[in-house]
């Protein structure tokens, strides 16, 4: 028996329900690859908060809260989630995959909230069904539920994959003889694999890039892609920061474009203390590094180069938690299931003994 068919439902190398139980609390599944920061964790008084920030819709400052990411003026930091479905795969196990599709556009909206991220619309849903409903006919497949058996690897976002991962938890309740396996090594690593035809499914949080199309048109690999929800991006500081409430899109572009030569916060602001600010944000792996990139700075892959970055959001909170003076960005469901409300009181944060599942 390999190690990977050693347990029922895997995520990163771990059980999916051993994943959540170490987290201990509901919807925690939305810290996808993040057991080493709950796992034996000692609370501290540390805390953040999240950040207002201008909208270019209306010019005012908003927090991403639930209402404000679906009426679309927490915009530009909100951005639609994605899977893409490998065709030769479903091809290869058109029961076990094409019934975990349906299964997945089925429950979306539920598999969203219930990680913290935003349900995208009915219509989304409906195309979605009717799409890959037409996927299966051009390949002549009809799936068998009787005959769920295989295994499925799902590479991609870890920012998604909690999203792909309640959808897979719930799968194997209902077909206890299959298998999903969900491993959140960020978009752009996910896509490497997608591309090359290794894995399944892919969690995405922004579409393919034209080069990672065309590495998966040179190997063969022919897929579609389908909305399965929305998130928003957070900025957050340190519970302790009482100068900053809220930040313009062009200060943000101040702090984070190439070369910035922002060094203090009161580099930003005069009335902001003459302290080193500490930046945190995810690492080039990450389809949120390539949309926040993008939006901010103009794009994809532009960004000062002296910030700690990080694959998993939740070493970003800790990071920002342990310094008065810190600064970072992340999607906001890992705040939210850190038991954060955007806007609202800052929230403890707990602090890790176990630095096993660091991202180095």
């Not at 810290?31 to 034996?40: N, P, R």
Request: glycine letters at 10%.
């Amino acid at each position: 028996m390999t190690d990977k068919q050693s347990a029922n439902g895997r995520l990163g190398g771990k059980s999916r329900r051993t994943f959540l139980a170490g987290a201990g609390a509901a919807g925690i599944a939305s810290l996808a690859g993040c057991t080493a920061f709950l796992e034996s964790a000692a609370e501290t008084d540390a805390t953040i908060s999240t950040v207002a920030v201008e909208s270019d819709e209306d010019g005012e400052y908003y927090h991403p809260t639930q209402e404000n990411i679906e009426s679309g003026v927490y915009s530009p930091l909100t951005r639609p989630l994605f899977i893409y479905v490998n065709h030769a795969s479903l091809e290869e196990k058109p029961d076990t995959l094409g019934t975990f599709v349906r299964h997945y556009f089925e429950g979306q909206h539920d598999f969203s909230r219930e990680t913290g991220y935003y349900a995208a619309t009915d219509e989304v849903r409906d195309e979605n069904e009717a799409e890959f409903e037409a996927v299966l006919e051009e390949l002549g497949i009809e799936p068998d539920e009787d005959a769920v058996d295989d295994d499925i690897d799902c590479s991609g976002s870890n920012t998604v994959a909690p999203v792909t991962d309640a959808a897979g938890e719930s799968f194997e309740d209902e077909y206890p003889d299959a298998n999903v396996y969900v491993d959140p090594e960020g978009t752009g690593a996910g896509f490497e694999a997608f591309a090359e035809g290794d894995s399944d499914v892919q969690s995405a949080s922004r579409e393919i890039l034209d080069e990672e199309a065309e590495i998966a048109e040179e190997n063969g690999v022919e897929y579609s892609h389908y909305e399965i929800g929305w998130d928003g991006l957070s900025i957050v500081k340190h519970g302790e920061n009482d100068w900053m409430e809220e930040i313009s899109l062009e200060d943000l572009h101040a702090v984070w474009r190439y070369e910035s030569d922002v060094t203090h916060w009161s580099d930003i602001d005069d009335d902001y203390p003459d302290e080193e600010i500490e930046l945190w944000g995810r690492d080039s792996d990450s389809g949120t590094f390539d949309y926040y990139t993008r939006e901010i700075n103009g794009e994809i892959g532009s960004i000062r180069t002296d910030y700690s970055a990080h694959t998993h959001t939740d070493s970003i909170m800790e990071g920002v938690a342990d310094n008065q003076y810190a600064f970072g960005w992340g999607g906001v469901g890992y705040f939210q299931e850190l038991g954060g409300t955007p806007g609202e009181d800052e929230f403890e944060v707990e602090e890790s003994d176990d630095e096993s599942g660091d991202d180095e």
